[in-house]
């Protein structure tokens, strides 16, 4: 089964200063994806980003980026320029591709983070 | 409002007895599915189900029972309530008619079972 490991249960970084989230994989598939999920105090979960496991280029949304190491099993989260509104559970996923037997999201145990003013 | 809907939010209910919850959504999305989020644990997939009529376990899927006779509805039933199983259970959806498709969640049902 794959294992999705998040080494950093807490977290804290000033407000406007950037924070890395790490986050590793356990897997033998070549064809698969991730996601970052944040879930703010609210409870929703909201999907921030996604990386497709062939391409090579990282993912980028706005001020959320990803670090993408393949051969490393990693994946990072990026967050840049840090707002008040970025606190919240953090939550890498991931899931094997179409080829390699599609499998439902497995999701890590989650990193909270908190934005300091 | 389309999007997928939870109820209900909060519930508390007694050791032994018989609860469901539920979970609607208005996108006839094909997948759905229940994880349960527990402190230390992340989100363990319960069930899921590919489409009306077919459902299959996920990671912790003993004490629960679900069912899927609408492509809309996929209600969990917790069907002899243990502590163990006081949890924030989340239903959700994959938008792109995939298992492994960014999923939409439902806002979460937090049970507590005395």
């Known amino acids: 089964a794959q294992t999705v490991t998040q080494s950093q249960p807490e977290m804290s970084v000033q407000e406007a200063e950037t924070v890395t989230l790490s986050c590793t994989y356990d897997t033998s598939e070549n064809n698969y994806y991730l996601f970052w999920y944040k879930q703010p105090p609210s409870r929703q979960m909201i999907l921030v980003i996604r990386q497709e496991a062939y391409k090579q280029q990282n993912a980028t949304e706005n001020r959320f980026s990803v670090n993408f190491q393949k051969a490393a099993k990693s994946f990072s989260l990026k967050i840049s320029d840090s707002q008040l509104g970025d606190t919240a559970m953090y939550f890498c996923?991931?899931?094997?591709?179409?080829?390699?037997?599609?499998?439902?999201?497995?999701f890590g145990k989650g990193t909270r983070l908190s934005v300091i003013a | 409002d389309a999007g997928i809907t939870q109820s209900p939010r909060y519930k508390i209910t007694e050791t032994g007895r018989q609860v469901t919850l539920m979970c609607h959504q208005t996108w006839s999305h094909s997948y759905m599915f229940w994880y349960r989020q527990d402190l230390g644990h992340g989100l363990r997939l319960i069930y899921y189900s590919a489409a009306a009529d077919i459902t299959d376990k996920g990671e912790v899927p003993d004490g629960y029972v679900v069912s899927r006779s609408k492509t809309e509805n996929f209600p969990l039933t917790l069907e002899s309530a243990t502590r163990s199983q006081t949890s924030v259970y989340f239903c959700a959806s994959s938008e792109l008619g995939q298992v492994n498709s960014p999923l939409h969640f439902g806002n979460g049902t937090r049970l507590t079972v005395t």
């Open positions: 996923a991931f899931s094997k591709g179409v080829n390699s037997g599609n499998t439902p999201l497995v």
